[in-house]
């Protein structure tokens, strides 16, 4: 038996948080070395963390990671365990993203990324050049530090594996698992044993199956042991990296952590027999043919023993842990919100509560954040407790988050503002639910103010506009609806910053959001009003994801309130209720919302354009005409491009959907469009040609 032990691991890293970075780091190492494992690798970027962003053109963030790296090379409590960190470094004038392999004070290989991620959120081509020369090696001369830490002046660069005196490992970053030609291919039929991936993968509803999938195919067509290490949290930006860090082998998982959690390092490790890779890779013909005829990587040699002197219980297979999508909503947003706050430094949150679905889905996420608070807490998570003592200003004090209710009441905020205009039954739902998370909550009327405003108006031209359903103009319906939510946006904010001094608190609040990605996406929100906030949790989550979600959590949490807000048709409550009227979101919008989740995901994920779409929609809605299809699809683009302007000033959401139409870097668009006069004329045109050949 051939017996080895490594470690892989998550870490809450944050972008130029190098002194909290290189804790994380070292506090993982030791955590390794614990579980007598002879190998540790981590995330991507990890000593600076990965969104840096534009910071990466920065010198200094190449300078303060080298300094990190120095410091953790030359502390002598992370010897005798071969360590592989992620970090940019710069070599003959060009910008590399890579991995640093390190033993004992000496630094093996530098090993840099060779297919960047440049699609979706990533943009990594901006900063990085891959590494172009396959299988080669050169001298990367060190810097000063370096030098003397490590009494090297040059250390190897390049597309090159470590080998020990009994195993070989190699590399395979991030995005190279999900390219056509992932190096894991050529390493493993090169003899490689152990395949170590650092990544910076963010989290997206029905993403990880992918991620794993791939792992599991690739050990389980080429064998050998696949090391999976990921970032967890909210770096600094929109996106929240899930962890879920894994060990495969052999197309079978040995090692899973959690894919959201409130733990800042989180450390995995098995235990394997490398004869197993070996026995498992002979009995493939096909594989060791090939195999026969590879060409060799460069082999960087660390002349000491990574396989175990005693024996140790090998660690069994497992069945990967999925959660559901209501689950998924539930955890990551709750995870971010948390990271957000604390790292923010201020008291907690305020959210404008409507009584209708997306701000209760907005509160309930907060409820699910303080769940998790008071579950952290009572594991020993001391990071966590005195962030929440911090923010509480209980920092003197011996106090435990153990009641999530009692700690949503310190550091979570609603308020009901309803106007002539909102009803008793929102107003009371907004009430019952704020209660039964145990916000504190406020109910107030601004219609006083809403008059001020008008009567401005008013006095200034001689005119003062009426509501549609008492004879005004569609504009003047438009104005006055306006008036109330952009109120709403200015209360939010002085609320959010007096409220906690009301309440003996000097920290102010964040302002948190509540429009879902279908409204984006048709741009039914008004510019400036509640959604201009600090952030939004639902920003990236459709319609009909947040109804189920709302139902998982009216059972998971026993919050009755949810029932009726389910049960009632979402709506604005800015036009008054007549007998004849009700206003309506889906009436408001002229489309359900059903159809707008599929205007996203085609748009976006399937990149059609008016034509494109129109014609995927006549195989998908074969129950409309084709004259009905081409009338709905030219509706959505006509709103779609007369509200995309709006998105440019979109707050800040959780990256949840891949159909987000987020205008900051995910989805890059115009926000000047003309009239489509030649797509609607071919559409037009191709309506007549199927109409006249099916008659």
Not at 242 to 259: E, F, H, P
Not at 279 to 295: K, L, W
Not at 320 to 344: F, M
Not at 479 to 486: E, G, T
Request: glycine residues 6%; negative net charge; proline residues 4%.
């Amino acid at each position: 038996m051939r017996l080895v032990t490594v470690a892989t691991c998550q870490l809450n890293q944050w972008a130029l948080d190098f002194d909290g970075n290189k804790q994380r780091i070292e506090k993982s190492i030791q955590q390794a070395k614990k579980l007598n494992c002879k190998f540790r690798t981590g995330p991507e970027l990890e000593i600076c963390g990965y969104g840096c962003n534009d910071h990466f053109l920065e010198p200094d963030t190449f300078q303060h990671s080298q300094e990190v790296l120095t410091e953790i090379i030359s502390n002598p409590e992370n010897r005798d365990i071969l360590v592989d960190v992620g970090m940019p470094v710069i070599h003959k004038g060009v910008r590399y993203n890579c991995r640093v392999f390190f033993y004992n004070g000496k630094i093996l290989l530098i090993r840099p990324k060779k297919q960047l991620a440049m699609d979706g959120n990533y943009r990594e081509g901006r900063w990085f050049t891959p590494w172009k020369k396959e299988r080669k090696t050169e001298p990367f001369v060190l810097g000063k530090s370096l030098q003397t830490v490590t009494g090297q002046s040059s250390v190897p660069i390049g597309d090159g594996v470590i080998q020990t005196l009994d195993v070989c490992i190699g590399v395979e970053t991030c995005e190279e698992l999900f390219t056509p030609r992932s190096p894991h291919i050529d390493l493993c039929l090169d003899g490689v044993e152990i395949i170590a991936n650092g990544s910076g993968s963010h989290h997206e509803l029905r993403k990880l199956n992918t991620r794993v999938d791939l792992m599991l195919s690739a050990t389980a067509k080429l064998g050998g042991v696949y090391l999976y290490a990921n970032q967890q949290g909210c770096d600094g930006e929109r996106v929240y990296y899930d962890g879920c860090a894994m060990i495969c082998m052999n197309g079978k998982v040995l090692a899973q952590a959690s894919q959201f959690s409130l733990n800042d390092v989180e450390v995995i490790s098995a235990t394997f027999d490398l004869d197993d890779v070996s026995t498992y890779r002979a009995s493939m013909m096909s594989r060791t043919s090939q195999a026969a005829e590879t060409e060799i990587y460069p082999k960087c040699e660390l002349l000491e023993h990574i396989i175990l002197d005693e024996p140790r219980h090998r660690s069994a297979f497992i069945e990967v842990k999925y959660h559901t999508p209501e689950e998924e909503i539930a955890l990551g947003p709750a995870c971010w919100l948390w990271d957000y706050l604390r790292r923010s430094r201020l008291g907690g949150f305020f959210l404008p509560l409507s009584g209708g679905i997306d701000s209760s889905a907005t509160a309930c996420l907060v409820s699910s954040m303080c769940h998790l608070v008071c579950e952290a807490c009572a594991n020993g998570n001391t990071e966590v407790l005195e962030d929440a003592r911090r923010m509480t200003g209980q920092d003197k004090t011996n106090y435990i988050p153990t009641d999530p209710k009692e700690f949503a009441g310190r550091i979570f905020h609603t308020c009901y503002m309803g106007t002539e205009n909102s009803s008793d039954a929102t107003r009371q739902r907004a009430k019952s639910l704020a209660g039964e998370i145990g916000a504190h909550h406020m109910d107030i009327n601004i219609d006083s103010a809403v008059e001020q405003v008008v009567s401005v108006f008013e006095v200034a031209t001689g005119k003062r506009p009426i509501y549609k359903v008492f004879g005004g103009s569609h504009i003047e319906n438009i104005a006055l609806q306006n008036i109330q939510a952009r109120l709403r946006m200015v209360f939010s904010y002085l609320f959010a910053l007096l409220l906690p001094w009301i309440r003996g608190n000097s920290k102010g609040l964040l302002v948190l959001g509540s429009a879902n990605v279908d409204e984006s996406l048709r741009g039914y929100l008004t510019k400036y009003d509640c959604s201009a906030a600090d952030i939004n949790p639902i920003g990236g989550i459709s319609k009909r994801d947040l109804q189920k979600f709302i139902k998982y959590t009216s059972e998971k949490y026993t919050f009755p309130s949810l029932t009726s807000i389910l049960e009632a048709p979402p709506t604005a409550e800015l036009e008054p209720i007549t007998k004849e009227y009700t206003q309506t979101d889906e009436a408001d919008m002229g489309m359900s919302y059903d159809d707008l989740s599929q205007y996203g995901r085609l748009r976006k994920v399937l990149k059609c354009g008016p034509f494109s779409m129109y014609e995927k929609l006549c195989q998908i809605w074969s129950d409309l005409s084709f004259q009905e299809i081409a009338t709905k699809v030219q509706f959505f683009f006509r709103m779609y491009s007369i509200n995309r302007h709006k998105l440019t000033v979109l707050t800040p959401s959780y990256h949840a959907e891949n159909y987000s139409p987020d205008d900051n870097r995910f989805d890059l668009r115009p926000f000047l469009y003309p009239n489509w006069s030649w797509q609607f004329k071919k559409m037009n045109d191709d309506v007549t040609g199927r109409t006249a050949s099916k008659g």
